[in-house]
């Protein structure tokens, strides 16, 4: 069975807790309470399978807390990290200023692939869903972003990352497929 790491990264008040809850089916929280560092959340989609095999997945999804005093714990977390998934409030200008912050920090410095990274613009309730303000520099605007906005579409988002999670779960069955065959001549 495969077993994929995901880190959701981003500001303080981005929306990270809320997405994982929501994408995992795990708990809902009603308050807003910032993650100290990070709360791990372990989950299988049933939509997800390796490369057609039937070969079940599972995921670890690690919600990282978004405050900067935490950054001393940012190499640990990014250990054997298979994506990375920023997340920013796309209502708040201040997040936008982050973004190359986070993915030079969690991508870059990982030697990650872009394809290996999506950003999401999440859309709190009532802030409306504005999708066609975000415009971002190089090199962001050559990942995958998606807008999320739980209470006018929440659906949107879960098929967005259910392909997300398709394509590493491809990517890793792919890339051991390839180990195997290296092995074997």
Known sequence: MLKAKILFVGPCESGKTVLANFLTESSDITEYSP???????????????????????????????????????????????????????ADMP?????????????????SLQDTQCMLIAHH??????????????????KLKLVHSNLEDDPEEIRMEFIKYLKSIINS???SRDREEMSIMT
Not at 125 to 141: I, R
């Open 35 to 89: 993650t100290q560092g990070v709360r791990i959340l372990e989950f299988e989609n049933p939509h997800v399978t390796s490369n057609n095999k039937g070969t079940g997945c599972e995921f670890e999804l690690w919600d990282c807390g978004g405050d900067p005093k935490f950054e001393s714990c940012w190499p640990a977390l990014m250990k054997d990290a298979h994506e990375v998934v920023i997340v920013l409030g």
């Open 94 to 110: 201040s997040h936008r200023k982050e973004m190359e912050m986070w993915y030079s920090c969690f991508v870059q410095q990982q």
């Open 124 to 141: 709190k309730p009532g802030s409306g869903d504005d999708k066609g303000s975000l415009s971002l520099s190089p090199p962001l605007n």
């Open 172 to 174: 890793m069955s792919e």
